[in-house]
């Protein structure tokens, strides 16, 4: 199969963090300490009073299956995108919970991967939608979801933030999570856990051309406009580096092994798709 080129681009990851996608790979896709790599909704664009399941996927591999706190709060969208703190004040009192989580070992002591859902059910339309106009119900009004992990009897924590879009029961279809249908190493799809190449080596996150849905999206006039989702990917790795933090999907992205290889453990690579929309999937691989 003929290599796909190269794609740098500049996103905003709002789950765990943002940045642009220049070479060198900067510390924030090297995992190895607590990390809220991202948190998957069961459904990303819902109606008003909807339950939405979310998937936190962490990765912990220093702490090595320590337990962790968490601590859940949401509430509706203050203005984030206009410039107001991500913050609830106050958050909604139905949305607030916590616990206790430990990540799994792995298949080779990476401790990165999904956790326990939880669920939070989206504000009535009475309440998400008041004073808001048609063109605003249309396309959504966020909901805000805080995510905080934090290590017991220690300074240590880490927190993200994601939305979902509460929209009109009348626009249809909602917005679904993208896919991801493998992870290639050089053109051919990879298993879950496999020895680590020994050379530099090209991966590419593969995602079907189905997962980039047409939307439509209203303008002050009622009139619609329709726009295709670009797909992104994110990369995360343990070990040795990646050319790129970002590609397009479907994207090569080049990686060069660690020397030496790590003793006593596996190491781990995550890719995460966005689809610019709030949805999101992910992949994860181990090298032994």
């Known amino acids: 199969m003929k290599s796909r080129k190269l794609a740098l681009l500049t996103v905003f990851v709002s789950v765990s963090g943002g940045g642009c996608g220049t070479p060198n790979f900067p510390q924030y896709n090297v995992l190895g300490d607590l990390r809220i790599i991202t948190i998957v909704p069961d459904q990303p664009e819902v109606n008003p009073g909807t339950t939405v399941n979310f998937t936190p996927v962490l990765s912990d591999m220093n702490g090595a299956g320590r337990t962790l706190n968490y601590a859940i709060q949401g ?163 343990s070990d040795g580096s990646f050319v790129y933090q970002w590609t397009n999907s479907n994207a090569e992205n080049a990686w060069t092994p660690p020397s030496p290889k790590p003793t006593g453990r596996g190491m781990v690579m995550v890719v995460v798709v966005r689809d610019g929309r709030n949805g999101v999937a992910f992949q994860k691989i181990e090298m032994n």
């Open 75 to 237: 509430c509706i969208d203050p203005g984030v995108g206009i410039g107001a703190s991500p913050v609830c004040n106050p958050p909604d009192a139905s949305s607030i919970q916590s616990g206790t989580v430990t990540i799994p070992v792995g298949t080779s002591q990476t401790y990165t991967g999904s956790v326990p859902s939880f669920a939070l059910t989206m504000p009535s339309s009475s309440t998400i939608f008041a004073n808001q106009s048609t063109q605003n119900q249309f396309n959504g009004i966020a909901y805000l979801i805080f995510y905080t992990l934090s290590v017991p009897n220690t300074s240590t924590s880490v927190n993200s933030f994601l939305r979902v879009v509460v929209s009109a029961t009348t626009k249809t279809p909602k917005n679904q999570n993208p896919t991801m249908s493998s992870i290639n190493m050089n053109d051919v799809a990879t298993s879950s856990v496999f020895s680590m190449p020994t050379a530099a080596t090209n991966f590419s996150a593969i995602s079907p051309a189905s997962a980039s849905e047409s939307y439509q999206t209203m303008n002050a006039s009622g009139s619609l406009n329709a726009s295709v989702e670009q797909l992104t990917d994110t990369w995360f790795i």
